[in-house]
């Protein structure tokens, strides 16, 4: 069946990086766009990166450009995150999500999602 695991979650002090991890399986891989969504207790699941199927365009919320970067490995079926100059703000629960049909920025657009993986950033 269908299936993401995301990793690489963890406690971080400002300023530092992460770098997260989803493993896709139960279909082809290269054939999907991947997104990374975030959410904090309380708030809506919220856009942070896109990346189409071939990994050679990738598109990022506005909050996270310059500092994020998605990118993908169609033989590892894996998608990544590198989450550098961390705040305190980017803490959230991280989920990687594989692309339906409709707006990328959107969760609705997502037919499939992994369990999360907690990223906490200190001040």
């Known amino acids: 069946q269908v299936q993401l695991v995301e990793s690489g979650g963890g406690l971080v002090q400002a300023g530092g990086s992460l770098r997260l991890s989803c493993v896709a399986s139960?279909?082809?891989?290269?054939?999907?766009?991947m997104g990374w969504f975030r959410r904090t207790p309380g708030k809506e699941r919220e856009y942070v990166a896109f990346i189409i199927w071939s990994g050679t365009m990738a598109y990022y919320a506005d909050s996270v450009q310059g500092r994020f970067t998605i990118s993908r490995d169609n033989d590892q079926n894996t998608v990544f995150l590198q989450m550098n100059n961390l705040k305190p703000e980017d803490t959230a629960v991280y989920y990687c999500g594989r692309y339906s049909t409709g707006i990328y920025r959107e969760a609705s657009a997502y037919d499939y999602w992994g369990q999360g993986t907690q990223v906490t950033v200190s001040s």
């Open positions: 139960g279909w082809t891989f290269s054939d999907y766009g």
